[in-house]
T-cell receptor
Framework: AQKITQTQPGMFVQEKEAVTLDCTYD???????LFWYKQPSSGEMIFLIY??????QNATEGRYSLNFQKARKSANLVISASQLGDSAMYFC???????????FGTGTSLTVIP | EPEVTQTPSHQVTQMGQEVILRCVPI?????FYWYRQILGQKVEFLVS????????KSEIFDDQFSVERPDGSNFTLKIRSTKLEDSAMYFC?????????FGQGTRLTVV
C-alpha cells in the first residue's frame, strides 16, 4: 500500500528565511514520483515540484527544492527566502509506477510572519 | 494559461438534485482524475480515467457518481442525487508526465 505522511500540521517561518516541510512515504514500488502542491486560501491546487524515484539529483524549481533521501523514504520541500505569499497549505503526494492515482498527505499549513 | 480548467468554480444545489462538474485539459493528456476535499480535510481520490474508460475508483465513487469524456476534450463528473455530505471541493487533475496538474476546483455546496 502507498502512504504519505506529513507530520507537521502547522509551521511558522519568518519572512526571508528558509523553511523545510517534511514528507515521508511508504511504497514497495521501485518506480514512483513525488509531488508537492501548494493550496492557498482560494482553494486551487498549484503544482510546485516533482521528483522521480530514479532521479539522482534533487529537483529544484526557483525557490523550491526537494530534499530527496531515497533510503530514508523522505521527500522534504525546502522553500528558500520565504515570502508572505507563501502562506498556504502544502501537500506532498506520490504516484507509483504500477499504480495510477496520486496519494496525498494530510498537508502542512505554512504561515509566513512579516 | 492553466493546464486544466474547471467549471463552474462554485455550485450550490439542493439535496437530491443532479450536478455535473466539468473539466477541460489544455492539451492531450492521458490520465484524468477526480479528487475531492471536504473542507479542512485531506484530498481524497475518487476515480481515474484512461483511454476513455475508468481505470481505478475508490470506495467513495459509488453508483451515484459517473464520469464521461463525451466529446474527447471535456471530462465530466456527474453526481446523480446529491447528499449533504457531497459538499466539498472537487478537483479534476491530469497527468502530463512527469507533472500532475490540478484544476482550480469546483466548490460544491449541497443545501
Amino acid at each position: 500500500a502507498q502512504k504519505i505522511t506529513q507530520t507537521q500540521p502547522g509551521m511558522f517561518v519568518q519572512e526571508k528565511e528558509a523553511v523545510t516541510l517534511d514528507c515521508t512515504y511508504d511504497t514497495s514500488d521501485q518506480s514512483y514520483g513525488l509531488f508537492w502542491y501548494k493550496q492557498p486560501s482560494s482553494g486551487e491546487m498549484i503544482f510546485l515540484i516533482y521528483q522521480g524515484s530514479y532521479d539522482e539529483q534533487n529537483a529544484t524549481e526557483g525557490r523550491y527544492s526537494l530534499n530527496f533521501q531515497k533510503a530514508r523514504k523522505s521527500a522534504n520541500l525546502v522553500i528558500s527566502a520565504s515570502q508572505l505569499g507563501d502562506s498556504a497549505m502544502y501537500f506532498c503526494a506520490m504516484r507509483s509506477g504500477t499504480g495510477n492515482q496520486f496519494y496525498f498527505g494530510t498537508g502542512t499549513s505554512l504561515t509566513v510572519i512579516p | 494559461e492553466p493546464e486544466v480548467t474547471q467549471t463552474p468554480s462554485h455550485q450550490v444545489t439542493q439535496m437530491g438534485q443532479e450536478v455535473i462538474l466539468r473539466c477541460v485539459p489544455i492539451s492531450n493528456h492521458l490520465y484524468f482524475y477526480w479528487y475531492r476535499q471536504i473542507l479542512g480535510q485531506k484530498v481524497e481520490f475518487l476515480v481515474s480515467f484512461y483511454n476513455n474508460e475508468i481505470s481505478e475508483k475508490s470506495e467513495i465513487f459509488d453508483d451515484q457518481f459517473s464520469v464521461e469524456r463525451p466529446d474527447g476534450s471535456n471530462f465530466t463528473l456527474k453526481i446523480r442525487s446529491t447528499k449533504l455530505e457531497d459538499s466539498a471541493m472537487y478537483f479534476c487533475a491530469t497527468l502530463a508526465p512527469p507533472a500532475g496538474f490540478f484544476g482550480q476546483g469546483t466548490r460544491l455546496t449541497v443545501v
